[in-house]
């Protein structure tokens, strides 16, 4: 008796995964795109490693290079985004690379809340609010500020040309 996985497991919807032909094409891209966002991963975790070493965080005190690292993480994203979204095509490893990868490790959402959990059971609660709050806002507002520069620096050069 022959097993056939249920056409709801396609890993892509123009990937039919009872064809064995289709099933080493999709293993061969994921393979790629999971080995770059890997090694990405990795350089964007030591970046991060290196800085929270050089800046440490007092116990009870307000975590700024995790702060740091997420709002130039964030800024770094929107800048990426545009750049490979709409200014010009990019390689279809970039974005799993640079945005997963590289960005995706440097930046630690989890770090941050485990440092909230951290301040809390100190008794810091203002600095844990603070930091709450002002990660969240800085971050996304970082995240916007640097899809419009990235979009108006792009209309600035095809304009200069």
Do not use: C
């Not at 750049?83 to 279809?92: F, Q």
């Not at 440092?115 to 916007?144: K, P």
């Amino acid at each position: 008796m022959r097993i056939e996985p249920p056409p709801t497991l396609s890993v892509e919807s123009d990937i039919e995964m009872r064809d064995f032909g289709q099933q080493r094409e999709a293993g061969e891209k994921h393979g790629a795109i999971l080995a770059v966002i890997a090694i990405g991963g990795a350089l964007g975790s030591l970046a991060r490693y290196g800085l929270t070493l050089a800046w440490p965080t007092p116990p009870g005190g307000f975590p700024w290079a995790v702060f740091t690292i997420n709002v130039v993480g964030s800024f770094l994203l929107g800048v990426l985004m545009v750049v490979v979204t709409e200014i010009r095509p990019a390689h279809p490893l970039a974005r799993p690379f640079l945005g997963v990868g590289v960005l995706g490790g440097f930046t630690t959402f989890s770090t941050y809340t485990n440092d909230i959990h951290g301040l809390l059971g100190l008794h810091t609660v203002i600095v844990a609010v603070a930091y709450l709050v002002a990660t969240l806002v800085v971050a996304l507002t970082a995240t916007a500020l640097a899809v419009t520069l990235t979009r108006a620096a792009a209309r600035f050069a095809r304009v200069s040309r």
